[in-house]
């Protein structure tokens, strides 16, 4: 199972990936908080950590590095959002 890496915005998923088994680290964890993305970059390459972030540059910088890589955007989370919201319409009529 893959080492994950939570940037800043997403370290309140910390305790719900590791329930579902996951071997993850925050990147106040990691003693990472305010560095640049370059940085989180290198160390999730260095480390062998996939990095889950919501920054397109970082995703980008990851990606351009090799760096394996989960950007969780507004696209995603407003489609989540749009079908959860569809069900929960259908199951009310």
């Known amino acids: 199972m893959a080492k994950i890496l939570l940037d800043e915005m997403y370290s309140g998923l910390k305790p719900f990936l590791k329930v579902l088994g996951w071997d993850v680290r925050s990147i106040e964890d990691a003693g990472l908080r305010g560095m640049e993305d370059e940085e989180v970059v290198e160390y999730a390459e260095r480390n062998g950590f996939v990095l889950v972030t919501q920054d397109q540059r970082a995703a980008d910088l990851a990606r351009l590095k090799g ?5 969780v955007g507004y696209v995603e989370i407003a489609k989540i959002v749009h079908e959860r919201l569809r069900d929960l319409e259908i199951s009310m009529t």
């Open 67 to 71: 760096v394996p890589c989960v950007l």
